[in-house]
């Protein structure tokens, strides 16, 4: 059975960082397309950014630059680094396996707020 629990979300202020972490379970992560996407309350669910078993990434034009997926295969996980975080990024981060075969996590709250 295959499982993705994410973790690292929270409340902090404009400018903050913050590092999720994805640990996975019955699943190799090194052979699978990860990704990080998010959902923003009355938002559709969209692509943050990605990372392929090559360590090819991929980000969306509005977290380029200030967030950096990467992944230790030894550990079995894909972290999401967070920088220079906006009130928009608020919203629940999910890591999901892309490929071969698509795996969700349940999701952790992230909360940019002043």
């Known amino acids: 059975q295959v499982q993705l629990v994410e973790s690292g979300g929270g409340l902090v202020q404009p400018g903050e960082s913050l590092r999720l972490s994805c640990a996975a379970s019955?699943?190799?992560?090194?052979?699978?397309?990860m990704g990080w996407y998010r959902q923003a309350p009355g938002k559709q669910r969209e692509l943050v950014a990605s990372?392929?078993?090559?360590?090819?990434?991929n980000y969306a034009v509005s977290v380029n630059g200030r967030f950096t997926i990467s992944r230790d295969n030894a550990k079995n996980t894909v972290s999401l680094q967070m920088n220079s975080l906006k009130p928009e990024d608020t919203a629940v981060y999910y890591c999901?396996?892309?490929?071969?075969?698509?795996?969700w996590g349940q999701g952790t709250q992230v909360t940019v707020s002043s």
């Open positions: 999901k396996q892309m490929t071969p075969f698509p795996y």
């Open positions: 019955g699943t190799i992560i090194a052979i699978s397309t």
């Open positions: 990372i392929t078993s090559a360590g090819a990434t």
